[in-house]
C-alpha cells in the first residue's frame, strides 16, 4: 500500500493512505530524508505461525 506524507508533528508523520484513511506513525519509523508531500511504501506482513491469545496476556498483566 501507498501512502502520502501529509504532515509531521513533533515525532509522529500523518499518513494519508487510499480512500483518505489517516494515519499517526512514529516519525523513527520512516526514512530520515522523507519530507512533506512524498509518498512512501507501507508494508504489512504475518511474521508468525501462531497468533498471540490476548486473554492470556491480559491476565497475566493483572497478576
Known sequence: MRAVIDRFEENWAVLEAPG???WNVPRQFLPPEVKEGDEVDVTFA???????DNSKLVEELFE
Do not use: E, G
Not at 504475518?46 to 498471540?52: D, N, P
Open 46 to 52: 504475518k511474521v508468525s505461525v501462531r497468533s498471540i
Open 20 to 22: 483518505k484513511v489517516m
